[in-house]
């Protein structure tokens, strides 16, 4: 049986240069919901990348988690770049 993935989540880890004070900044993307199955699975995933990039003492951006995915691309465009 041929499945599709709906559900994207990508992490993006982006580090600061190596100067006093620098941190890490951690960029969870996810997509579209998709099925029950996929998108318990990838919310689980997302908040488990959130809890690291806490752990890590890094800054945490989360995209796709909330609202209707209209401002996603927007908000990952302006955590690349921030």
Do not use: C, N
Request: hydrophobic share 55%; proline share 1%; glycine share 10%.
């Amino acid at each position: 049986m041929k499945f599709f993935f709906p559900l994207l989540l990508l992490a993006f880890v982006s580090v600061a240069a190596a100067t006093a004070g620098s941190t890490a900044k951690v960029v969870v993307v996810v997509g579209a919901g998709g099925t029950d199955e996929y998108r318990k699975t990838f919310t689980a995933a997302a908040a488990a990348w959130e809890k690291a990039a806490e752990d890590g003492v890094a800054e945490t951006v989360m995209i796709g988690i909330e609202g209707d995915g209209t401002q996603d691309l927007k908000s990952l465009e302006e955590a690349i770049a921030a």
